[in-house]
């Protein structure tokens, strides 16, 4: 993964001599320790643009830049080798610039679990996890900092590296069905439950995943050449064949590019973009807080097939980043009508009854218009504790917003694309697909 590393005294006098290839920066301090760890898909206009940093929008950055005396490059073949590296690096380093791994089980884990079905039968399985709980059944790579980018990287290489990644229940389910699910039959699962061989090729696959995401894509494609070569020897040209297949897959990661949070191109920290998104908000919503960093939003949905199975979602943000471990889900429990409008009141009063646990929130944001802020507005206006709780809805085609005044809506016409109403966007998304989700788990476990 480290085939090439070069150093440049900071600030760099000549970008000229950085070439425009993903890979992985260390900025170190005159002592030589290192301060921050980042990646890039083009190294070159990554370091040009902390040479230009605005110190009054991103003062963690220009602080950063500031101590900066060396910075030290790692050139990788593609931008998952460089998420992996930078993962380890920051993980073994901890530079303070970085997000602190001050407890690691906050953090997510790839999972390799042992799933026993018989007593002569077991498979094993991969998923991402926070619960680090380790024991003889499983076995965690980790942690990463970064899980949205982990989980891509998970669906780029499944689609190289087919495996599992179903419990017991959901394994003998589908073969009770006698057909695989929709991983099985778009070919990123083995579908050992409907093929006891197959939990031999699944094993090969996750030893191969393992391999690359601790020696990377170089090291892979190595290896598996040298595996083909053997095959070829021995004439067993159908497995060569398969190996060929996976190192064209491999290769073609060069192309392959990760979503990048936004102004993360641009050299700007996480935390400055954490507090950035905080103040669009609000500045936007015209709001008084006591801190950035506690600022807490939770934004709700609804999902359900025609009254049935209907679900509730709670998805949260504090200080500008996306909580997952605080999210919730509810089962809709009083309402057998169609109406999403009764299912968010119920939601919403199950919701404040946990303020003792969950605490009080900062902003409620709703999927919906008047008519569903005027529901939930009617719930929290009856809690003392919830009186200075600020309530918005969000409302399609163009995601504007409206807003309590006077106790009547009023809809705030959304002008700018700024962070934080990026933020209340991504939100709004992942509650409906935090809904979404729970939704199929239900749907499927009572009609199968």
Not at 136 to 144: A, S, T
Not at 258 to 279: A, T
Not at 409 to 424: A, D, N, S
């Amino acid at each position: 993964m480290e085939a090439h590393k070069q150093e440049f005294t900071w600030p760099i006098e000549d970008f000229s001599n950085i070439p425009e290839i993903s890979g992985v920066y260390l900025f170190y301090d005159s002592r030589d320790n290192v301060l921050y760890v980042g990646k890039a898909k083009n190294l070159r206009n990554r370091l040009k643009s902390y040479a230009s940093v605005d110190p009054t929008l991103y003062p963690k950055t220009y602080s950063l830049v500031e101590k900066a005396h060396k910075v030290r490059l790692f050139f990788t073949p593609s931008e998952i080798d460089a998420f992996l590296l930078e993962q380890r690096l920051i993980r073994t380093l901890k530079p303070p610039y970085n997000v602190k791994l001050k407890d690691d089980s906050n953090y997510p884990y790839i999972v390799i679990e042992d799933v026993k079905v018989s007593e002569k039968e077991q498979y094993r399985r991969v998923y991402v996890s926070r619960n680090y709980k380790p024991d003889e059944k499983r076995v965690y790579i980790g942690p990463y900092v970064e899980a949205n980018e982990l989980k891509q990287v998970l669906r780029i290489l499944r689609k190289i590296f087919p495996f599992a990644d179903c419990s017991k229940t959901k394994f003998l389910s589908y073969r009770k069905l006698k057909r695989p699910c929709l991983y099985g039959q778009i070919g990123v699962c083995p579908a050992p439950c409907q093929d006891s061989k197959m939990i031999e090729m699944l094993e090969k696959n996750i030893k191969k995943l393992v391999y690359f995401l601790e020696k990377g894509q170089i090291e892979t494609m190595r290896k598996l050449e040298k595996k083909m070569r053997e095959y070829i020897k021995a004439e067993k040209f159908e497995k060569a064949k398969e190996i060929r297949d996976q190192l064209v897959a491999v290769n073609s990661l060069y192309n392959v590019g990760l979503l990048q949070p936004e102004l993360l191109d641009e050299g700007v920290l996480p935390e400055d973009i954490y507090r950035k998104r905080v103040e669009d908000i609000i500045s936007f919503f015209g709001l008084s807080i006591d801190s950035w960093e506690h600022f807490r939003v939770e934004c709700y949905d609804i999902s359900n097939l025609m009254g049935k199975y209907a679900v509730g979602s709670m998805v949260v943000s504090v200080g500008g980043k996306l909580r997952k471990d605080l999210y919730r889900r509810f089962k809709i429990k009083t309402v057998f009508q169609i109406s999403d409008v009764d299912m968010m009141q119920e939601v919403i009063k199950r919701r404040v009854k946990r303020v003792k646990d969950w605490g009080v929130p900062n902003m409620i944001l709703i999927d919906g218009g008047k008519t569903q802020l005027n529901a939930v507005y009617k719930i929290i206006k009856q809690f003392a504790l919830f009186k200075d709780v600020f309530i918005a809805s969000i409302v399609k085609p163009n995601d504007d917003f409206y807003i309590i005044k006077n106790n009547r809506p009023y809809l705030l016409k959304v002008t700018e694309r700024t962070l934080g109403i990026q933020h209340l966007r991504e939100l709004r998304d992942e509650a409906h697909k935090f809904a979404k989700r729970y939704f199929r788990k239900l749907y499927e476990k009572l009609e199968n």
